[in-house]
């Protein structure tokens, strides 16, 4: 069953909010009338819509615009920090859902406003907080951490097969046959559905679920192997390239 969650923007455009989740938590199908920003600091949530799926790591964030019914999935301990915006506070605020690079100035700024008073005067501190993280949320770099949903049932079905066995030999033949297709049909109605080569959204796959699997302390070589890479040492330069840092330290830096 979907929910609404109401919300009171008559004070401020940017309500902050903080809330801890335990692994294994789930929020069912609910909408905002509002956009929103969760920032993890710790763990992963995966963010389902109708449109498709957004893993979002430690670090980074979730922009869900106003109206977008959605459900979350808790990997490991998430400590997540955000704010409600009022879809009216600016006129180009971003539209889609989307995995998001926060900046530190922006992290320090949700981590501020969880202080201030839900009433203020105009031209004080907490107004030049607020419309600071309005600039910010503007300026937000989007990540490649969103698994597109198909629309077709066949390629649907595909895409289910693909995360259940990541580690599968999915090439384009092989995934072909699974939906009836040759190769050249299946690679153009998944681009014309999802906007990414199969290629592409194998590899997303493939690194999304290693996310979620280290976000639990798998070890790294049983995480790399059952995903589908060659070996640790392929899957450590992936993610190294991807994320910045190797895999065994990302979850606990």
Avoid at 176 to 192: D, E, I, N
């Amino acid at each position: 069953m979907k929910q609404t969650f109401a919300l009171d923007f008559s004070h401020r455009a940017v309500i902050p909010y903080a809330h801890d989740y335990r692994h294994g938590e789930h929020e069912h199908w609910h909408t905002h009338p509002c956009d929103q920003l969760i920032h993890t600091l710790s763990g992963v949530i995966r963010v389902e819509t109708q449109q498709g799926i957004w893993i979002v790591p430690p670090g980074r964030g979730v922009w869900i615009p106003a109206q977008v019914s959605h459900a979350l999935r808790i990997d490991g301990e998430v400590q997540a920090r955000g704010v409600f915006v009022e879809p009216l506070a600016r006129a180009d605020l971003p539209v889609v859902c989307q995995v998001v690079r926060v900046s530190d100035l922006l992290r320090a700024l949700i981590l501020n406003a969880l202080e201030l008073p839900q009433t203020y005067q105009a031209g004080s501190r907490a107004e030049r907080i607020y419309e600071l993280i309005l600039d910010e949320i503007r300026l937000m770099n989007t990540l490649p951490f969103c698994l597109p949903e198909p629309t077709s049932a066949r390629l649907k079905q595909l895409c289910d097969a693909v995360r259940r066995d990541p580690a599968g030999e999915w090439t384009l033949e092989n995934a072909a046959r699974q939906v009836s297709m040759s190769g050249r049909t299946l690679s153009r109605h998944f681009y014309q559905q999802t906007g990414l080569q199969f290629s592409e959204w194998l590899r997303r796959a493939r690194l999304l679920a290693a996310l979620t699997r280290l976000a639990q302390g798998e070890p790294v070589t049983q995480v790399a192997l059952e995903c589908g890479y060659a070996n640790p040492s392929a899957f450590s330069a992936m993610f190294r390239r991807v994320m910045g840092v190797p895999p065994g330290d990302y979850f606990t830096s």
